[in-house]
């Protein structure tokens, strides 16, 4: 028997995975009568375990609210129902009534005796939702279920915002016998992002045999390294919502698989979740870099982050990143006032893999090579703390003129 192993697939969005239908529709949730599409339907015949997280912040969106109640239940899920344009957050009884609403609506046509719909919006924050418009949207999106490659691409198109381009991505992970699971994913996100969470939603699907606590588990553990390890502009949303549906329509049994293949999709749900995280980065509100920070040598990981955050969230380092301009003394100073005990003469600095400072003194010899890193779209500075063996890794961006030009007014 060969190892389990992994590899990408030319991604169609969430309709790559067996059992799941999807589609996407305009209805003008946004009322600006264009003809965006802004609300769609994941869903299963089969009832799926589920796992989701959500934002922390303590001012959460009516749908996320219906979203963590119906995951502490016991009725059986089926999909969710999204849209666009609108947040539904800080909207009151009203809102949260309007959210049971659009799920409601779908699960008449969909689910069957106490079958349930999940819900989640983005958008606008402080408008109720346009009651009328959504009904519509639920009964074209229903009637637009289809397993085929344009409802896995219209539902990733429906969830966009300020979002410049769709966001999915595909695994196949195969077992020792031959036997295979998919794993696919979508997430919007594009402004007022920030870990735990960013102004984003995704949405995955397997085919897997998986119970929701072990789904909750495994996905617990790939956000933490992924869309919990991404900032912007360091604002945290109030809508974002990360979940992951299972529907059992495949041959693998998680209970039953070998630690190999366990670990094959682990790597997968991982490589999955990153490169959703990674593409919301890179398509954040008019950037124009993505730079990953590795914090190494820390006491601690939440030390590491510590300063990773504070560097991210300087607007000094990140318009200097706009700039090209590689004033690694930005990067140190804020590293100093992280609240970390860092030690000047301990600091090792590096853009990708060439120092630029060392025992409290730049190399200033290198200044050609710094240069030549940080013109690239994508470049990855590394910080040795010289504290202790742990470290974290965060994504970031730059700030640019014209993210505050986009942001003045709505």
């Given at each position: 028997m ?8 030319d991604s169609h ?5 067996p ?18 599409l ?14 989701g997280t959500f934002t922390r912040n ?9 979203c ?10 089926h999909?969710v129902?999204a ?5 539904n ?6 809102g949260l009534a309007n959210?049971?609403?659009m ?9 069957g005796?106490g079958g ?5 919006s983005t958008?606008?924050i402080g ?8 009904r519509?949207?639920v009964?074209l ?5 289809t397993?085929?490659?344009t ?10 915002t300020s979002d ?5 991505i595909?695994?196949v992970v195969?077992s020792?016998s031959g036997?295979?699971?998919?794993l696919?994913?979508?997430a919007?996100?594009?402004g007022m ?7 984003m939603?995704a ?5 897997l045999k998986?119970?929701?606590v072990d789904l ?7 956000v933490?390294t ?5 900032t912007?502009?360091g604002d945290?949303?109030?809508n974002d919502t990360v979940l992951?549906f299972a ?5 693998v049994?998680w209970?039953s698989?070998s630690g190999?293949?366990k670990e094959?999709?682990?790597e997968?749900l991982d490589l ?7 593409l ?5 509100e ?7 920070l590795?914090?190494?040598t820390a006491?601690?990981?939440?030390s590491a982050l510590?300063?990773?955050y ?7 380092v990140?318009?200097s990143?706009?700039?090209?301009d590689?004033?690694w003394?930005?990067?140190?100073a804020?590293?100093g006032?992280?609240?970390v005990p860092?030690v000047?003469?301990d600091l090792r600095?590096?853009?990708d ?6 025992k409290?003194l ?6 050609p090579?710094w240069q030549?890193v940080?013109?690239q779209?994508e470049?990855?500075i590394r910080?040795d703390l010289g504290?202790?063996?742990?470290s974290?890794?965060?994504?970031a ?7 505050i030009?986009f942001?003045?007014?709505?």
């Amino acid at each position: 028997m060969s190892a389990p192993i992994f590899k990408e697939i030319d991604s169609h969005g969430i309709t790559d995975v067996p059992g799941f239908r999807a589609s996407g529709v305009h209805c003008d949730v946004r009322q600006k009568g264009n003809d965006q599409l802004d609300l769609g339907i994941i869903f299963s015949e089969n009832p799926c375990s589920v796992a989701g997280t959500f934002t922390r912040n303590r001012i959460k969106a009516a749908p996320v609210l219906k979203c963590m109640e119906l995951l502490d239940g016991d009725d059986p899920i089926h999909g969710v129902v999204a849209n666009s344009g609108n947040a539904n957050a800080c909207t009151g009884v009203e809102g949260l009534a309007n959210a049971a609403a659009m799920t409601e609506q779908a699960e008449e046509y969909l689910c069957g005796q106490g079958g349930k719909l999940l819900v989640c919006s983005t958008g606008r924050i402080g408008r109720q939702l346009p009651m009328k418009e959504v009904r519509k949207g639920v009964e074209l999106a229903v009637g637009h279920l289809t397993d085929d490659s344009t409802g896995g691409k219209n539902f990733a198109k429906c969830i966009l915002t300020s979002d410049t381009r769709e966001k999915k991505i595909t695994v196949v992970v195969e077992s020792e016998s031959g036997d295979s699971v998919t794993l696919a994913g979508v997430a919007k996100g594009a402004g007022m992002i920030r870990p735990d969470m960013a102004t984003m939603l995704a949405f995955l699907a397997t085919d897997l045999k998986i119970s929701q606590v072990d789904l909750q588990t495994e996905l617990g553990l790939a956000v933490k390294t992924s869309f919990n390890a991404i900032t912007v502009d360091g604002d945290m949303s109030t809508n974002d919502t990360v979940l992951c549906f299972a529907n059992g329509v495949g041959s693998v049994n998680w209970n039953s698989a070998s630690g190999s293949f366990k670990e094959a999709f682990r790597e997968a749900l991982d490589l999955v979740c990153k490169r959703l995280a990674k593409l919301i980065v890179g398509d954040g509100e008019k950037i124009t870099k993505v730079v990953t920070l590795k914090i190494e040598t820390a006491e601690s990981e939440n030390s590491a982050l510590e300063v990773a955050y504070a560097i991210a969230h300087s607007p000094l380092v990140k318009s200097s990143w706009a700039g090209s301009d590689p004033n690694w003394g930005r990067v140190v100073a804020a590293a100093g006032y992280s609240g970390v005990p860092v030690v000047e003469n301990d600091l090792r600095m590096f853009y990708d893999d060439v120092l630029v400072f060392e025992k409290g003194l730049p190399v200033d010899v290198n200044l050609p090579k710094w240069q030549t890193v940080v013109d690239q779209k994508e470049f990855v500075i590394r910080l040795d703390l010289g504290m202790g063996e742990a470290s974290a890794e965060l994504i970031a961006s730059d700030l640019t003129p014209e993210y505050i030009n986009f942001n003045m007014k709505e």
